[in-house]
């Protein structure tokens, strides 16, 4: 994989070098206060509209980033209706996409370490107040079940450009589609990038080791397609 990026100009002879010695520190523990906050499960949410994904999910173990996707719901995001503009079928089956979603969500997660969750919100544009709604609404349901978790709502600008490796949180990296390409050699889903971004930037104190950056390096997000 890391060749066939060097040959598509994607990563550099020093990105892959840098990658090298990454592979030979992967015993490496990371440093003690990552080790500490390993004890507490944070989680970053990512609203997209395209039909690929509505909700990307990650986790600040570094475990499978998540992806939830409905098709009929990015037709919806397509007209740029507001929720009270919505027939009562269509807000009918968004609710059940939020009971979907729920349960699904529960299933992911540690419930014993679930403390933090940080969400994207997205500008006030028309065309995204369904899908803010579609977070609101989540993150409320899930407050019902974990009264005690601490719910952060962020703006979501820029976090799709900023690159989650960079020495800086305003450092950019180099997006291409669906793709996301860190400065550090890194290749990884747009989305999922722009989603550990806002999880650092609700959690100013998380960060990554070098065996889990690496661990990251093309890993490729589970799908959850709704379609009832």
Do not use: W
Request: net charge positive; glycine share 4%; hydrophobic share 35%.
């Amino acid at each position: 994989m890391i060749l066939q990026q060097i040959q598509n100009g994607y990563l550099s002879q020093s990105h892959f070098k840098e990658i090298t010695q990454l592979k030979q520190l992967e015993d490496e523990k990371p440093p003690a206060e990552i080790v500490r906050g390993r004890k507490e499960l944070k989680v970053g949410i990512d609203l997209n509209s395209n039909k690929l994904n509505i909700l990307t999910v990650v986790f600040s173990d570094f475990r499978q980033p998540v992806q939830f996707s409905c098709e009929r719901l990015t037709k919806l995001f397509a007209q740029n209706k507001k929720y009270k503009q919505l027939p009562s079928t269509d807000k009918n089956y968004l609710y059940c996409f939020e009971l979907f979603l729920l349960k699904e969500f529960k299933k992911l997660i540690d419930k014993d370490k679930l403390t933090t969750l940080v969400i994207g919100n997205l500008s006030n544009k028309p065309e995204n107040n369904l899908l803010n709604t579609i977070g609101s609404i989540f993150t409320s349901e899930l407050k019902k079940e974990f009264p005690k978790l601490k719910v952060i709502t962020i703006a979501e600008f820029e976090t799709s450009h900023l690159d989650f490796f960079g020495e800086t949180p305003l450092e950019f990296g180099h997006r291409v589609d669906r793709r996301f390409y860190s400065n550090s050699g890194i290749v990884l889903d747009a989305d999922v990038n722009a989603a550990y971004n806002i999880l650092r930037r609700g959690c100013s104190d998380f960060n990554c080791s070098r065996k889990e950056r690496l661990d990251l390096n093309n890993k490729i997000p589970r799908r959850i397609v709704f379609k009832k």
